[in-house]
T-cell receptor, first 115, second 113 residues
């Protein structure tokens, strides 16, 4: 399978714990995005990378959230001191910008439940 | 900020019927994307539109990029049970970063066999 993959698919944690999610983009895609989706809503942008550089962060990305993309391949999203409000689906997408088009392809997501 | 408004919020239709849903914004978009999401999965890209007035088909799906660049619609012909899911429109905000997409809240489609 050459699509975007995310691990784990589900994570249940207790409030105050740290969690880390991984995303493996489509091979050779230079851009990688993180989104958060809550029930009944569309995905909301969190941050994106071009290669290893983090180019934009949403105001939704509080200082408890950090994302990395070492070597410009896979990416990790860490949430420190989780809160119940962090419960959501965390989606990763990748793209290979060519000219004016930049079509994003999504992974299956990681469902986080904070108890 | 820019928002995308999708209508209807939900639809309950009989198998075989045609479906039409749309997406509007108060701001212009240079790209319109239509995604489908099934429970527990990420959104899957259905159709991408890059030019005002563009009409594009993908099997039984047809989407159009509105001339005003402030709207788009998606039609599904002869619906089948596997069309069930939530359909999202999305696009990069005009004049903003090319990095992020704004999504609508989705149209939930239910199909009765």
């Amino acid at each position: 399978d050459t699509g975007v993959s995310q691990n784990p698919r589900h994570k249940i944690t207790k409030r105050g714990q740290n969690v880390t999610f991984r995303c493996d983009p489509i091979s050779e895609h230079n851009r990688l995005y993180w989104y958060r989706q809550t029930l009944g809503q569309g995905p909301e942008f969190l941050t994106y990378f071009q290669n290893e550089a983090q180019l934009e962060k949403s105001r939704l990305l509080s200082d408890r959230f950090s994302a990395e993309r070492p070597k410009g391949s896979f990416s990790t999203l860490e949430i420190q001191r989780t809160e119940q409000g962090d419960s959501a689906m965390y989606l990763c997408a990748s793209s290979n910008r060519q000219g004016s088009t930049d079509t994003q392809y999504f992974g299956p997501g990681t469902r986080l439940t904070v108890l | 900020g820019q928002q995308l408004n999708q209508s209807p919020q939900s639809m309950f239709i009989q198998e075989g019927e045609d479906v039409s849903m749309n997406c509007t914004s108060s701001s212009i978009f240079n790209t319109w994307l239509w995604y489908k999401q099934e429970p527990g999965e990420g959104p899957v890209l259905l159709i991408a539109l890059y030019k005002a007035g563009e009409l594009t088909s993908n099997g039984r799906l047809t989407a159009q990029f509105g001339i005003t660049r402030k709207d788009s619609f998606l039609n599904i012909s002869a619906s089948i049970p596997s069309d069930v899911g939530i359909y999202f429109c999305a696009g990069p905000p005009y004049g903003g970063s090319q990095g992020n997409l704004i999504f609508g809240k989705g149209t939930k489609l239910s199909v009765k066999p």
